[in-house]
């Protein structure tokens, strides 16, 4: 019997940065999904989901399995580790239980698709040893190049490596363990569905489009190397809108580093922290459009009850926030509640791993 598990994760800072090819903190948090289970004597996968009433058959007599729908993932894991050249001569029955809130920007099916193929690389007929980055990598490969998906690394790879990491994308991708000294954070579902859609048409293509128009006077222009000091001269052949975008995203960037300077350096203080993420959630609800009413008002109502800041996570537009509340998180979880949204009292975890029985 084998078991494993994955977190979940927040983006503390860089959200909705990382498709710029801009850096990225992110953290995972203590909620997790499972997965345990064995191997069977015939060429049968049987995967139990009572979290959600389901369960999933697969045969793999053949190499690859055919998919069978759009976001056919524990067949694209199976598939993408067939691919790497391991082999399985049995079967296998495993059960999926999570607590992970689902459909509400904390990387569920990341966080899932992590699980599955660091579980099957321990059922091959070869067990493999692979690392929590290159479980990231093929997690990635699974959900978002097997099926010409958009969508970037940062969830496949905050999941798999765990507590804080510094990722980068550009030019090519890296993932840098930082240990900051974190207390509590109130993980908060508004329990609002995802406008997916409507955002990223104002936070992706918007800035994308902007980008290109910015290039086509300084060729290069590159967000990466742009001095904020510098912003003035852009502002000629902008827009007033356009000038407000860029200079959220710039700002969330320099937040970023500042943020990481201070990780680095043991001179983040709790107050700090708060700070910053107030900030950036600013920028991501009055610049990006990102947040709800509903958001607000829990944010409002954490930020009351002692906590000391907070942000909106994931893609937004409905979904999850979440506080950072190091002294009273029992007393800030209550105070979300009340305004309507589903709280969890969360901490920075550990990444993928297999558990002892």
């Known amino acids: 019997m084998i078991k494993i598990s994955t977190p979940g ?6 959200e909705h940065q990382d498709y710029l090819g801009l850096p990225v903190i992110a953290a995972a948090i203590s909620r997790r999904v499972d997965m345990s289970g064995e191997h069977r004597a015939d060429k049968q996968i049987v995967i139990h989901l009572p979290d959600i009433g389901s369960e999933l058959l697969m045969d793999i007599s053949a190499t690859r399995i055919p998919y069978e729908n759009k976001r056919d993932y524990f067949r694209s894991g199976y598939n993408v580790l067939i691919d790497k050249g391991l082999t399985f001569s049995k079967g296998l029955e495993c059960t999926v239980r999570g607590n992970i809130p689902i459909n509400s920007g904390t990387s569920s099916s990341s966080a899932l698709l992590v699980t599955w193929i ?3 690389s321990k059922m091959a007929d070869i067990p493999q040893a692979f690392t929590s980055k290159e479980l990231g990598e093929m997690a990635y490969q699974a959900e978002v190049v097997e099926f010409g998906e958009p969508g970037g690394m940062m969830d496949h790879l905050s999941t798999a490596i765990g507590n804080a990491v510094y990722l980068t994308f550009d030019p090519k991708t890296t993932a840098e363990a930082i240990e900051p000294k974190l207390g509590s954070f109130v993980l908060a579902d508004s329990c609002e569905p995802k406008d997916t859609i409507g955002v990223l048409k104002r936070a992706k293509f918007a800035r994308l489009a902007l980008i290109e128009k910015i290039k086509q006077q300084l060729p290069e222009f590159s967000l990466h190397t742009f001095d904020s000091a510098e912003k003035e001269k852009l502002k000629t052949f902008l827009s007033e ?19 990481l300077d201070l990780f680095k350096s ?12 107030l900030e950036h959630h600013a920028i991501l609800r009055d610049v990006l459009q990102i947040s709800t009413p509903k958001i607000e008002r829990m944010l409002y109502a954490a930020m009351n009850a002692g906590a000391l800041g907070g942000k909106i996570n994931g893609s937004g537009g409905g979904g999850c926030m979440f506080v950072y509340a190091p002294n009273d998180p029992q007393k800030v979880a209550e105070a979300i509640e009340k305004v309507g949204g589903k709280s969890y009292l969360i901490r920075i975890d550990d990444g993928t791993k297999e558990l002892m029985f």
């Open 9 to 14: 994760r927040i983006c503390l800072f860089g």
């Open 118 to 120: 660091h579980f099957l």
């Open 241 to 259: 809108d356009d000038y407000t975008l860029l200079l959220g995203t710039l700002r969330n960037r320099d937040i970023l580093r500042e943020a």
């Open 266 to 277: 043991d001179k983040m203080t709790d107050e700090i922290l708060g700070n910053l993420l």
